[in-house]
């Protein structure tokens, strides 16, 4: 696989779960794309025809307990974000995401079953330029006590995470990653979302998390850990943060050469930092990556520009 083309998945891959929140089952199919396509969800199941929505921050219709995508008729996908993880954290530019229910299943909690499916489906690279968002200038976005920045950073995408709990079994955590798809694998896939088990029987009485299990979230009470396997990683809480910071981000379109640093943030805060990024023409533009001089592995073939080049392809109208 050429380091500077665009890719695609090369075949179909499905995986089947419940929705957390409406505790439903659904089945979702990852495909190909053409080039330039981007991640494109195909709703089904629904009375007269399916209906489509392009992963876009334009697209987002609600970050309280997710990402959750729609068009101007209303919600269609809710807790996109994992999956939109695992396509950008492997390196995908463009896929088909098949789904007939209204949530992405939540699986184990992590992006680890999607990332089996594009392995299971293959990777493959078209003839088209890959092309990024290039942070030009740090913009920042403070909710409350929740900070969030995009900096310029024009060797990759690097996310840097803060959280700090009240709750003293999660308490402080920090955690930051250099986007690849070796290090998204290794460091994130399988960093399961998190929740005390008072939030979660609130969010019951309300209707929501009725999908929500020990199987699929890591639950605390006021002093210590429920589930009994235990973590997958001592700062779990913080990586699976990361996880949700490369799928929120996801809906710029393009891969980004920048740096995001968030402190106690979440979907909402990923989201209003996205937006005030691309609301400023003057703090981002396009670059297509140069041709690469040597073929990389799938592991190497990632968001990192070390070897290549990027020359500039179109930049937002500044006059």
Known sequence: ???????????????????VHSGTA??????????????IFVRTGLEGRDREVRASAESVTSTEFATVLGDRTGPLV???????????????DNAIVEID????????????????????AGIVSLSARRRFIQVLKPVQVAMGDSFGELRPYATGFRAEVEIDFANPAIGRQKHSLELSPEGFRREVARARTFGCMNDVARLWSAGFALG??????????????????GLRYSDECARHKVLDVIGDLALAGLPMLGAYRSVRGGHKL?????????????????VEAETARRSRT?????????????????GPDVS
């Open 1 to 19: 696989m050429k380091f500077s083309r665009q890719t695609t998945l090369r075949s179909h891959a499905t995986v089947t779960g419940v929705g």
């Open 26 to 39: 659904v089945s979702l199919t990852l495909g190909p794309a053409s080039a330039d396509a981007g991640f």
């Open 78 to 92: 809710s807790t996109a974000e994992h999956v939109l993880a695992a396509l950008r954290g492997m390196g995908v």
């Open 101 to 120: 229910g209204p949530e992405v299943p939540i699986m184990d909690g992590s992006a680890a079953a999607f990332v089996a499916a594009i392995d299971q």
């Open 212 to 229: 929500a299990s020990f199987e699929n979230s890591v639950v605390f009470d006021e002093t210590r850990l429920l589930n009994p396997e």
């Open 270 to 286: 990923n989201h209003a930092v996205l937006t005030s990024l691309l609301a400023d023409r003057g703090a981002w533009r396009v």
């Open 298 to 314: 799938h592991a190497e073939a990632g968001l990192g520009m070390a070897g290549g080049m990027i020359i500039p392809a179109f």
